[in-house]
């Protein structure tokens, strides 16, 4: 009988690609460049409600339909991509997804609004599973190690989105919102230029491990249930720290509103008090992404086997704690600080949840992967309604202390995880 570390081995790659390292690479780099337009709405939210009379529930609103989106897809895009073998999908998703941010700007209405991002978030949702699954086939036996970077690169992205789209507006909109929020349209060619580095580094690489379902069925009936069973574990897992993730997005909005409400001695938010809030608001959405980025390469990197449980057990107290202690900041610097131990604490793991149940599900990798990020996001989407329904029932202090404990919950879950599923082999 294998052994279960035994059993985790990946099965034999396909015949490799030219020029490997560079397509790693490029992929890679292909992760930030989706991750920066996918995070250039969240930090103007403050002003898009502005600008289209919004309430903070339809605010909310706009960003749970996106993440819905982006999760929804992801599923169905690694199915067809495992199916048939492709990562045009997850290349045309990009493309879409650059040209629909792109046009944000020249929106007049909340259905349009609602519009751009739901294409736009299925497009950056179609991109993931497709891409995370090409990387971690070209990273080979630094599979964790390959997947971490990819993560990192993602988080690289998002904080360059978050700081730039605030700065860029005000830039170049000298003065008038409008004007700032239309010259995003500027962003879409050299967006073209990423789509077309991503296509040339992933549409030459096969989607499957050539005896990959070979190597899955030859295991006794018991170890496959065994090794679906904690698939389940890591999605469920995974939907309550991206719940976590986007209740934090919308409580930041709401205390960067607050403490330049705070600031300024008033009680109703003008335009230029919103683009205030959006100067705070940018830099604490990036400090997530750093603490996400980082803490998913340290772990990618530095854990072993078995030591990954350890760390998806205790980390996310850091989070918890950093969550809780949020409305104590009161000034950018120490929010900076707090925002980037919280993003470690329930970010920090996730490449290793994708490694994790791609080696678990080595011919489905596709289907793995999509499960671990947009399976998981889209249920996790409920978080930004709930954040809103929080912050008005009971205040933004008490809302915190809500979204740490289910930051916490992760942590316990991670228990669950049986520890001979969490050998070193493929890592």
């Known amino acids: ?41 969240i930090p103007l939210m403050s002003i898009l409600e502005g600008r289209l009379s919004l309430t903070h529930q339809q605010g909310a609103v706009v960003i749970a339909v996106g993440s819905a989106c982006s999760g929804l897809i992801q599923p169905l895009v690694a199915w067809l991509s495992d199916r048939h073998d492709t ?30 991002q ?33 993560y990192c690169a993602g988080m690289v992205g998002g904080f360059s989105g978050n700081i730039a789209a605030p700065l860029w507006v005000a830039h170049f909109g000298a003065g ?37 379902h070979e190597h899955h069925a030859a295991l006794e009936p018991a170890e496959r249930a065994r090794r679906w069973r904690a698939v389940a574990i890591l999605y469920v897992g995974n939907v309550l720290r991206f719940t976590v993730d986007v209740a934090v997005i919308t409580l930041v909005i709401r205390w960067s509103e607050e403490m330049a409400l705070r600031a300024a001695g008033a009680t109703a938010l003008t335009e230029e008090l919103r683009t205030q809030a959006s100067t705070l608001n940018g830099p604490l959405q990036a400090a997530k992404q750093i603490g996400m980025g980082a803490g998913g390469l340290v772990a990618g990197w530095l854990l072993r086997g078995r030591s990954e449980k350890t760390a998806m057990m205790l980390v996310p ?11 104590l900041a009161g000034s950018l ?55 809103s329904w929080l912050h008005h029932s009971f205040g933004l202090e008490r809302s915190f202390v809500v979204v740490g404990a289910m930051c916490l919950a992760t942590g316990l879950l991670s228990v669950l995880l049986p520890r001979p599923l969490q050998g070193r082999a493929g890592r």
Do not use: N
Request: hydrophobic share 60%; net charge positive; aromatic share 8%.
């Open 317 to 327: 107290i850091l989070g918890a704690v950093a969550i809780v202690a949020m409305p």
């Open 333 to 387: 610097g120490p929010a900076f600080l707090i925002t980037v131990v919280a993003g470690l604490g329930y970010g920090g793991v996730v490449p290793l949840t994708i490694s994790q149940a791609q080696r678990l599900l080595p011919h489905r990798t596709g289907l793995a992967s999509g499960l671990m990020m947009g399976g998981a996001w889209a249920v996790g989407s409920v978080g930004a309604p709930l954040a």
């Open 176 to 212: 008038s919102t409008i004007r700032g929020l239309q010259s995003l349209a500027w962003l879409i060619a050299p967006g073209m230029l990423c789509v077309l580095l991503l296509a040339w580094a992933i549409h030459s690489v096969p989607h499957r491990h050539e005896d990959a």
């Open 1 to 41: 009988m294998r052994s279960p570390d035994h059993d985790l081995a990946l099965p034999r790659a396909a015949a490799p690609v030219f020029a490997v390292r560079p397509r790693l690479l490029a992929a890679t780099f292909s992760h930030g460049a989706v991750d920066f337009f996918s995070f250039l709405i």
């Open 118 to 150: 739901m294409v736009a978030c299925a497009g950056i949702g179609a991109f993931h599973p497709v891409a995370a699954a090409a990387v971690g086939h070209l990273a080979g036996e630094k599979r964790s190690l390959g997947v971490a970077a990819f």
């Open 87 to 116: 990562r045009a999908l997850g290349t045309a998703g990009f493309a879409l997804a650059v040209v629909a941010v792109g046009l944000v700007g020249f929106v007049t209405t909340y259905p349009l609004l609602l519009l751009l």
